[in-house]
Each structure stands twice: as C-alpha cells, then as structure tokens.
C-alpha cells in the first residue's frame, strides 16, 4: 500500500520468514555457523532455540537455501501431531508414499530408504520445527530414529528447532539418552539496541530504499524498548509506522508517532502480557519489563535504552581504538623489521668489503716479503763474488 510512496519494491516488514531479509546479528552468525558446520560434520542432533519471534524459521530457510551437496531434508513444521502421524509426515517429506501404512510399515519404510540415501551417498536431514509442542514420549521416539548408523556417520542427521520451553522439556530425566547425543547446541538471543538498528536499515536496503523514513536515536530506543529486540515484534512495530507515516505524508518517525501506533496496538497487553510474566516480573532478568509496566511515561525505559546505546557506542568506539593501536603497533614492528634487515645487509656487505681489503693487503704483504727475500739473495751473491774476487788479488 505504502511502497510507492516509499519508492520501494516490496514491504519491508513483512512477518514472512524471507531468507532474503535476514539480518545476522552476532547471535544469529554464531547460530548459522553451528548449523552449517553440524550439516557438513553429519553431526547426530543438533538443537536450536530462540524467543518466539527470534528467527528461527528464517534463519533455517536461509540454511536450507545453501548448496549442499547430496542433501535430502524433511521439513516438519506442525508438530501437535500423534506418534504415526508425525512418521507419516517425515516419510512424506522424504518422497515415500504413505497412504494406507501402519507405524510399524512406516518405520520399516523410512530405515530402508536411509539405507539407501546412504549407499547412493546421500544425507538425510530432518528438521522439526516448533520442537516445544512435542511431548516426551515423541522426543524420545524421534530419538529412536538417529539409532540406524553407520560405522562412521549417522544415516540420519535431526535438527530440533524451538521455543525456550523446549530446552526445559529436554531436562527431565527420562530424555537424558536424547539430550547426550545433541552434538551442537545454540540459542538465539534478542537484538540489542545498536542492532536493532542495524536490522531496520537492512531491511529497508533489501526493500530497495534504506532512506525511505528516518528514525531519530530517540525514536530507534522506543521501538527497542516496547520490541526488546525481538525481530517479528520490530517488523509489527515498523510496518504501522511505514502505514501512518505514508498517513500523514511524511518521512519522519517520530518518538509521539511511535508512542500513538504502540497504544493502537495495545502492545504490552497484546504481545508481552503472559500469566508467567506476571508471577516473574519481580525476577531481576526482567528489570527492563518491569520497569516499562511500572512507568507508563516509559521515561525510565529511555534511559535504560539510552544508556545501552552508549555502552554499545563505547565498546564499539573502544574495539576501533585498539584495532588501530594494534595496526600502527603491527606496521611500527613491520618497519622495524624492515630496517634491521636493511641494516643487517649493509653489515655483512661492509664485512665482506672488510675480508676483500684485508685479503689484498696479505697478498701484498706477501708479495714485498717476497721481492725483499730476492734483494737478499741477490745481494748475498754480488757479496760472495766480490769476497771471492779480493782474496785472488791481495795487495
């Protein structure tokens, strides 16, 4: 509706999980790193976590969209299911047909065709998404399917994606065999105040114009503090300020604009107000939700906000310094180096230059002694003759 006016191509804050937008802040490279290197390594399990809304699913379809080579994967992402439906959805995804099978027929299906992608030289990948809604009896049959392997690798490589709930799920006693064969374990952490900027530009950039609408500093720690850096809640945020900033014809997002569409959202209540939130609010890990329930001025949540984006800029400030000290240290060393070799050279040049002379003056010192050991000789016999020559002729 607004990109026109905008003059961008699509919507920027769609809730789409379009791997073309994604943004990878320090937690989401690390998690993407894990990923990539557990697909690679054919790791067993691997476990993947985040808030609702933290991009999991994006982040995963970005995975998915990379290269590998002799990759089958089974995407499952409706997870309230039985224990047959859930085989029938995995051999289903997989290619086999399941029309009319038992669970027994469907296990026997699904390790024949591991077994085969095995032999043709080809990974088999399953990835559960929304892992939290699977109760244990269903973690631990999923945990009976990595039981086929190989001598060296596993014949088939699970990736549980969830909520944070599902790690307490992971922590009875009765999934202890599932929990010890999770090779890679990450979790993805909320935005902080400096990347949730970050984040919004590169959606507008991605979008087709990173100028579209300006947001003042002080606008940037509002939607930080109601989105507490969770990506789906800043696109919901963003995507009414794009709709009332293209209302009023202007490019400008403001601090009252922010605080008018929050209030047209009843945000707090809609999005964050849980039950849980209630009994834990007085936990010292939610000072910040606290602080926005007990101010609704939200004065004190810009302060807190504010202050972030200031320790933000000194670490960043502080890594530029010594990033640089490190480089002049590094080049000083480098010209030292250089000067000593240099002077190392002229050394040995002027030794050998040394060694050269001193060799011509022995030459030459041998060469005198030489010519004077002649003159002797000579002189020696011109005394002999004239001896011999007195004593034929005495007077």
């Known amino acids: 509706m607004y990109e026109s006016y905008f003059k961008l191509n699509i919507k920027p804050f769609d809730l789409l999980p379009d791997p073309r937008f994604i943004y990878l802040s320090k937690s989401h490279k690390k998690a993407l790193t894990y990923l990539d290197y557990g697909i690679r390594e054919r790791s067993g399990f691997v476990l993947l976590t985040g808030e609702v809304g933290s991009g999991k699913t994006t982040l995963i379809r970005d995975l ?93 490589q699970i990736i549980l994606v969830g909520q944070p709930e599902l790690r307490t799920i992971l922590a009875v006693p009765e999934l202890r065999q599932l929990r010890q064969r999770i090779n890679i374990n990450c979790h993805l952490q909320a935005l902080s105040r400096v990347e949730v900027e970050q984040y919004i530009t590169r959606r507008l950039e991605v979008a087709g114009n990173s100028s579209a609408v300006h947001f003042s500093p002080e606008s940037l720690d509002v939607v930080f503090c109601y989105s507490r850096g969770i990506p789906r809640l800043i696109n919901i945020i963003c995507d009414f300020l794009m709709l009332s900033a293209f209302a009023e014809e202007t490019t400008l997002i403001t601090v009252d604009m922010i605080h008018e569409v929050i209030g047209d959202l009843d945000f707090e209540n809609y999005y964050w107000t849980t039950a849980a939130d209630e009994q834990n609010s007085g936990q010292d890990n939610s000072l910040l939700s606290a602080a926005q329930k007990s101010l609704p001025d939200q004065e004190l949540q810009i302060t807190l906000s504010d202050i972030s984006r200031r320790i933000d800029a000194i670490g960043q400030n502080i890594e530029s310094q010594l990033h640089t000290a490190v480089k002049g240290q590094n080049e000083r060393f480098a010209a030292f180096q250089s000067s000593v070799t240099l002077h190392i050279a002229k050394a040995d040049s002027n030794f050998l230059y040394l060694n050269r002379k001193m060799e011509e003056l022995r030459n030459r010192g041998n060469n005198n002694d030489a010519i004077r050991e002649k003159h002797k000789i000579g002189f020696m016999q011109r005394f002999s003759v004239f001896g011999d020559n007195t004593a034929a002729h005495p007077k």
């Open 64 to 156: 998915l969209d990379k290269c590998y080579e002799n990759v089958v994967v089974s995407k499952i992402f409706n997870t309230r299911v039985t224990s047959e439906q859930l085989l029938a959805m995995i051999n289903e995804d997989f290619g086999l047909v399941v029309q009319g099978k038992d669970k027994v027929t469907l296990i026997r299906d699904l390790n024949g065709f591991l077994i085969e992608q095995y032999s043709c030289g080809n990974q088999p990948i399953l990835i559960i998404d929304e892992a939290q809604n699977l109760t244990s009896e269903l973690l631990e049959e999923v945990r009976m399917l990595s039981n086929l392997e190989a001598s060296t690798s596993k014949l088939l």
